[in-house]
């Protein structure tokens, strides 16, 4: 059954310095997006992407956070700037037109 | 923001028996609804989901329930297994868009299965 990856599993950065998470949706999916963990937390939306563009995002999502999707296949989230409240499992998800989204096992972030 | 509530952090249920996880709704907007499963160091897997228009859907054992005047849904999975141990996750959608839009999440609810 074809998945959604995401790389790398675990991300330790130092606070202040740039991330790039990355995810390869289901190939034949159009919808796709990022949301996260927060450790005890709800799992909360970030983004949605469609048409190579931005559909929708939370308030989560300020000027720190950027999203791509540099070729047919990848699709990224940036964070400039990392803080500590960055710290989470972010999860990337993709879904086909009016279908259920399925997501990767995550990317755990830890900033120090 | 408490949209989406379960109320129940953890449920015991031996094995063979019928197991209940239920879900309460505060924004009437959502027209959308989905239980996905996840194990630890994974991610949400789509278990079953439900339109507004219905008030039931049923896949093999599992079986979601929504009534609407109430605001309130329900996974039944009968019979229980083992395997199905894992945290349940109740989430909504809504504007019309089906499950394209994004998805407000619950806390969750940790289902053990007792052999």
């Not at chain 1, 675990?10 to 390869?24: A, K, P, S, Y």
């Not at chain 2, 952090?9 to 989905?34: A, H, K, W």
């Not at chain 2, 109430?70 to 395997?83: D, E, M, N, T, W």
Request: hydrophobic share 35%; proline share 5%.
């Amino acid at each position: 059954e074809p998945e959604v990856t995401q790389t790398p599993s675990h991300q330790v950065t130092q606070m202040g310095q740039e991330v790039i998470l990355r995810c390869v949706p289901i190939s034949n999916h159009l919808y796709f997006y990022w949301y996260r963990q927060i450790l005890g937390q709800k799992v909360e939306f970030l983004v949605s992407f469609y048409n190579n563009e931005i559909s929708e995002k939370s308030e989560i999502f300020d000027d720190q956070f950027s999203v791509e999707r540099p070729d047919g296949s990848n699709f990224t989230l940036k964070i400039r700037s990392t803080k500590l409240e960055d710290s989470a499992m972010y999860f990337c998800a993709s879904s086909g037109d009016g279908q259920p989204q399925h997501f990767g096992d995550g990317t755990r972030l830890s900033i120090l | 923001d408490q949209q989406v509530k379960q109320n129940s952090p953890s449920l015991s249920v031996q094995e063979g028996r019928i197991s209940i996880l239920n879900c309460d709704y505060t924004n009437s907007m959502f027209d959308y609804f989905l239980w996905y499963k996840k194990y630890p160091a994974e991610g949400p897997t789509f278990l079953i989901s439900i339109s507004s228009i219905k008030d039931k859907n049923e896949d093999g054992r599992f079986t979601v329930f929504l009534n609407k005047s109430a605001k309130h849904l329900s996974l039944h999975i009968v019979p229980s297994q083992p395997g199905d141990s894992a945290v349940y996750f109740c989430a909504a959608t809504g504007n019309y868009g089906g499950a394209t839009n994004k998805l407000i999440f619950g806390t969750g609810t940790l289902l053990a299965v007792q052999p």
